[in-house]
């Protein structure tokens, strides 16, 4: 160690200085076993923490069943059982917690109709519980169940408090999940650190970001966006974390901790100036400091830092590094990747000889070109196969464990990626999730492929695709999609409550879903977004309008929406039903939307004002009939997004800082003008009435005044004045609605009755 810090050969007493705090702090800074949080918990621990599980999902119903951990595997894999007792009681066995609540979760679907989703549930529990007719057994095929997306925690969770945690831990845990990734609390690891290097709290106020934006400064994309981030919010998110990782681990989690990939203040060159820095620039933000790997202070921080971690959080020996996430190497000289990546490891194995490096494949597909079979397998070959577990991020779609030659031999997850932006569009690849995991699981080309992930950049949509691919948990084959669907919409929407023609009406319905929207195999972006979420755009001439279309066929959606509409009074009663008609009945809109603003195009080419005005006219009432349809669902709705932001505001200083975050990610995202811009962009009423129509309504009344007068179209004074306007929405202080308006059977009749011929453009 002391030869790391004397490698660097500082000038001036300052620097002397700063290296003999930085030795002495790294050396005092061992873990303290009296303070660090519970790791492993024991399997009376783990039955305890499921009874409290069964206790908050079914409540006094909790007193009929029994719960047995028994720690032991099945042929290496985990496993559950639920039968019936000779006392009368429905006994939950499993070898872990989460496999206690996965017992659970499969006999109340099977016994009890019983469904939760993050849209739409069907909860309620009949008088006395029916005991099961014959013993369940189930295993998973798979090692590791993978949960989370760096973006996750910022497109869904940036505004969580405890009682949303615990919801999502309970969801993850009756649902197999086993390896959730934890990042929540982060900041007080780097805040740690970087105090102990000398840094004073003015300069990492210029490095942490606000709290909308810190997954891309811990990814290294960006330094201070969206901040200062206030102490409290540092202080706050570390007790959180700390209840995170106590409920996940006494279920028998094995959370996911992030651990140093070079990241260094802005200063950082200044205070150590032998230091090795380089720069590199994300999209169109200014350029962030990294701490070369080949710099032998690499090592020195990335031991700091993990020993904070364990000290704060404790471990469970799997560490989160992506040196260049999105972020090109400065060579792609195989000696140097290779260096790389041993000094990363080294970081952790240094101070956790058991660490485990979890890695994100995404970046062999973000920037193929770069990633030759020799940077691959450079990259991956200095760490011991069983010291590494690769992500293949976006397998759903473009899977890069071919290309990667089943990385080399490490372990790896197939992933579903699915979304991005946490954007609404129906969207999945049903085929792909129900069939592909379980087939890698038995081709020798596939390698050590050892589990499968969510990793999805936001929730809170499709609920049906990430129940489908979560049916794979505890599926030791593959999943029959249409076996599955009859018991998904049985479930979720009581169909055994329903006539024989409404079963068969609705079921034919997702047919069609699952056959047109949920068949994607074309649109890489997690589904086509309408025109109404982006800022208007001006084609040149004519020619260069985009016709409206998707990578499903029209039709099929219609059908859908068709036949929901027929079973909405039989259905009506079902919370999950009346999500999905709103979700349908909006993306069908949102499709006609599309076609009414290509024809006002057209229209406005064609010098013909008065279609203009027409069509324009029509485009701007469905635009807030939609924000009317979307009012009826709290999912649909942007006030509990900013009041749940400026509620973890403990000034009201921080409450404005909150608010400007919640409100800029959905929008602007970074500066006006950003390719960022709406790439969050949200289906959500408020959002659509004070914001997107807005835009559109500057947009056509300046065309309009364009045809009237004769006059080209200034398109970059429209821009200008639109993004001031953006801007300015962002800073604002109003207030939205947090609680649901209207009724959504009666307002998606309303707008089928008015709306469904026009589809006849």
Avoid at 103 to 121: E, F, K
Avoid at 160 to 188: H, K, S, V, Y
Avoid at 227 to 239: K, M, N, T, W, Y
Avoid at 376 to 387: F, G, H, N, Q, T
Wanted: hydrophobic content about 40%.
């Amino acid at each position: 160690m002391l030869k790391m810090l004397s490698d660097h050969k500082p000038s001036g007493i300052l620097p002397v200085l700063q290296s003999a705090v930085l030795l002495l702090s790294f050396a005092c800074s061992s873990p303290d076993p009296g303070s660090v949080l519970k790791s492993e918990y024991d399997a009376s621990e783990q039955a305890l923490a499921a009874e409290a599980l069964v206790e908050r999902v079914t409540g006094e119903h909790s007193r009929d069943f029994e719960v047995v951990v028994s720690p032991y595997q099945r042929n290496g894999r985990d496993w559950f059982s639920f039968y019936a007792s000779d006392k009368g009681k429905i006994v939950l066995e499993g070898n872990t917690g989460v496999s206690v609540a996965s017992a659970l979760h499969r006999y109340l679907r099977q016994y009890c109709g019983w469904h939760w989703s993050w849209c739409g549930s069907s909860t309620d529990l009949p008088e006395v519980l029916p005991l099961p007719q014959e013993r369940v057994d189930r295993v998973s095929p798979y090692k590791y169940r993978y949960y989370l997306n760096y973006c996750t925690f910022n497109y869904s969770m940036s505004w969580w408090d405890r009682e949303r945690w615990q919801q999502e831990i309970d969801f993850m845990a009756m649902n197999g999940i086993n390896m959730p990734l934890a990042l929540t609390g982060q900041n007080t690891v780097w805040q740690k650190v970087y105090r102990k290097l000398g840094f004073t709290d003015e300069e990492l106020d210029g490095f942490f970001s606000g709290p909308a934006f810190f997954n891309w400064f811990w990814m290294g994309n960006l330094d201070g966006w969206g901040g200062p981030l206030p102490q409290s919010f540092i202080d706050a998110h570390e007790v959180l974390q700390k209840f995170i990782l106590g409920r996940e681990r006494s279920l028998g989690m094995t959370p996911v901790l992030p651990a140093f990939t070079g990241h260094v203040p802005p200063s950082f060159g200044t205070r150590f100036p032998e230091a090795r820095v380089d720069k590199t620039e994300w999209i169109d933000y200014p350029a962030v400091s990294l701490l070369s790997p080949a710099d032998s202070m690499f090592s020195v921080i990335a031991g700091m830092f993990l020993e904070e971690e364990i000290n704060t959080y404790g471990t469970n020996h799997f560490y989160t590094a992506d040196t260049f996430n999105e972020n090109l190497p400065p060579t792609s000289d195989p000696d140097y990747l290779a260096s790389m990546s041993r000094v990363v490891y080294e970081g952790m194995s240094a101070v956790d000889p058991e660490a485990v490096w979890v890695m994100q494949a995404w970046l062999f597909y973000h920037q193929a070109d770069f990633w030759g079979d020799e940077q691959i397998e450079a990259l991956l070959s200095p760490v011991a196969d069983d010291r590494m577990l690769l992500l293949d991020l976006f397998a759903d779609m473009k899977p890069v464990w071919e290309k990667a030659k089943s990385f080399y031999g490490k372990q790896w997850l197939w992933c579903m990626l699915q979304n991005f932006g946490q954007r609404q569009c129906l969207c999945g690849t049903a085929d792909v999730v129900s069939s592909e995991p379980d087939a890698l699981l038995h081709r020798s080309d596939a390698g050590n492929m050892s589990g499968i992930g969510l990793t999805m950049e936001g929730i809170n949509q499709n609920p049906f695709i990430f129940a489908l691919m979560l049916e794979n948990v505890w599926q030791d084959g593959p999943v029959d999609a249409d076996a599955f669907l009859e018991d998904y919409l049985t479930c979720r929407y009581g169909l055994e409550n329903a006539g024989a023609d409404v079963q068969a009406d609705i079921l034919k319905s997702w047919e069609s879903l699952v056959n047109s929207v949920y068949s994607n195999h074309t649109e890489v972006n997690g589904g086509k977004q309408s025109v109404m979420t982006g800022r208007p755009v001006f084609a040149s001439d004519p020619d260069s309008l985009q016709k409206p279309g998707n990578f499903f066929p029209l039709d099929s959606l219609l059908s859908a929406w068709d036949g929901m509409i027929r079973c909405a009074g039989a259905l009506s009663e079902s919370d999950g039903f009346r999500y999905d008609l709103v979700d349908v009945t909006r993306q069908a809109l949102v499709e006609l939307l599309d076609r009414l603003h290509y024809e006002s195009q057209k229209a406005f080419y064609a010098s013909d004002a008065e279609a203009f005005r027409q069509k324009s006219s029509e485009v701007m009432a469905l635009m807030h009939e939609i924000d009317g349809l979307l009012a009826t669902r709290k999912e649909f709705l942007l006030g509990p997004w900013v009041e749940s932001a400026k509620a973890l505001g403990t000034t009201p200083e921080e409450k404005i800082l909150y608010e400007w975050n919640a409100k800029t990610q959905i929008t602007l995202w970074g500066k006006p003008g950003s390719p960022l811009n709406d790439y969050a962009c949200k289906n959500w009423s408020g959002l659509i009435d004070d914001f997107y129509c807005r835009r559109y309504e500057m947009f056509y009344a300046r065309q309009q005044a364009a045809l009237m007068d004769g006059k080209p179209f200034d398109y970059e004074s429209f821009r200008s004045d639109c993004l001031a306007f953006e801007e300015k929405w962002a800073a604002g202080g109003d207030i939205y609605p947090s609680e649901p308006s209207g009724d959504e059977i009666k307002t998606s009749q309303m707008l089928y009755m008015k709306y469904r011929d026009r589809f006849r453009l």
